[in-house]
């Protein structure tokens, strides 16, 4: 925490004489009203749902407000030379700087602000996805809760994708699905209605390439193209994207990042793209290694026999005591970091 010095008498007969308090006194009094407000804050995001049905709109509209002021998918330098993370820093102290000399006591306010700064920077200065140098997806949760997710990528095929919303519904199982620009463009009503399910909307990308052979401004384009059209369809703001073949580098979790987005792989492969049966599809995924609290499940809603496991796939984890939720349940949206599996840990 950086270090103020003043006047300490000079402030006391300032406090003393406009609140009739000792200097001791104020500070033990604005910080423990600041560690009430902190504690409060905390305790109200406990098993926060995010993001909620009801939030969705809220979330839409603060979506377009940031981007209107260039937040998200915009050049990594403004025009004044600093970075947008400087930017966003420099913002925040003039701010600070702004209510302490509006302040009457200019030595409590400033000490409370640096106090509480650390938890109210934005959430990006919170958060790490970088591993010894390298940025990564979350692979997987770490949690002590029995929860698995299961997610659907469709980028081609849709001939199962009404009868696994069918089985979805059946076992009141939510679950993320991941889709390309083209699988939106195709198949609209079965976007509106994953959504209307209660199921995550997540974005492929546009055209399903190798995201990490693109430049910059490609990975952009491919992710805001289908996020357009979504959120014109839906009016659903996606945050969730899958990188296609699992293909990702520095330079693409980072352009995600600045799109607004976390990246999702899995750590439970199905397999049930090499059409390997239904038997098959079910034991891979049951007793794979890596399942565990917290894991994230690898299928697609096009592959030959993934409709056909899917009622089994799914009775046979809740006996092993799982409950399936989406992905936006599962993982944390700030104060979190990753190991070196991509393991997502909350700090």
Known sequence: MPCIYFNNNYMQGIIMSKYGMRWNDKIKLALHELEGKVQRDSAGRTGEVWPAPEQVEAWTAERQQQRRYGQYCGGSVHSDGITKEEHKRKGFMQAVLLQVVQSAAFALATIALIQGMTRILP???????????????????????????????AAWGNEDTQTILDILKKHNVKATFF?????????????????????????????????????????????????????????????????????????????????GYFSIQWDVDSLDWKDYGVDSIIKTVTEHKHLGNGSIILCHNG??????????????????????VPISELIYRNNYHLDHEGRQIAD
């Open 303 to 324: 592959a030959k026999y993934t409709a056909d496991a899917l009622d089994t796939l799914i009775t046979t984890l809740q006996d092993k005591g799982y409950e399936l």
């Open 123 to 153: 959430d990006s200065i919170t958060v790490s996805n970088t591993v010894n140098g390298r940025e990564l997806p979350i692979y997987c949760v770490q949690t002590n809760e029995n929860k698995v997710a299961l997610s659907f990528d």
């Open 179 to 259: 889709m390309t620009g083209g699988w939106v463009e195709s198949y609209p009503d079965d976007v509106k209605r994953i959504l209307a399910d209660g199921h995550d909307l997540g974005n492929h990308s546009e055209n399903h390439k190798n995201m990490s052979q693109l430049s910059d401004e490609e990975k952009r384009t491919e992710l805001m193209d289908v996020h357009t059209k979504v959120q014109e369809l839906t009016g659903y703001e996606m945050f969730l994207f899958r990188p296609p073949y699992g293909d990702y580098d520095n330079n693409v979790i980072k352009v995600a990042k600045d799109c």
